[in-house]
C-alpha cells in the first residue's frame, strides 16, 4: 500500500503537521515520529476530529484513518 498524507494539529499550540504515513503503521508510531519532531517532553495521544482517542496497538488502517484526514495530537488524558 502507498503511503499517504494526514494532517495532525497540536492541540496545544496549534500548530500544523503534515505528515506522510502508511496504512501499516501503528498509531504508536506515528505519534513517536510526532513526539521527536516537536521535541514534545509529555505523553500525547492522536484523536479524532470528534475527540475519539485512537487505540495506540491498532495500524493507521485499522483506525479508519484515510488520505486527507485530520487529527488531533493531545495530552494523554491519563497522564503518565
Known amino acids: 500500500m502507498a503511503e499517504f498524507n494526514i494532517?495532525?494539529?497540536?492541540?496545544?499550540?496549534?500548530?500544523?503537521?503534515?505528515?506522510?504515513?502508511?496504512?501499516?503503521?501503528?498509531?504508536?508510531s506515528v505519534l513517536e515520529v510526532l513526539t521527536e519532531s516537536l521535541q514534545l517532553k509529555d505523553r500525547f495521544v492522536l484523536a479524532t476530529k470528534e475527540n475519539k482517542i485512537l487505540n495506540p496497538e491498532l495500524t493507521i488502517a485499522d483506525a479508519g484513518i484515510k488520505e486527507g484526514d485530520s487529527l488531533l495530537l493531545i495530552p494523554d488524558p491519563t497522564g503518565g
Not at 497540536?10 to 503503521?25: N, Y
Open 7 to 28: 494532517t495532525v494539529t497540536h492541540s496545544t499550540s496549534g500548530k500544523e503537521i503534515v505528515i506522510a504515513v502508511e496504512p501499516a503503521f501503528t498509531v504508536s
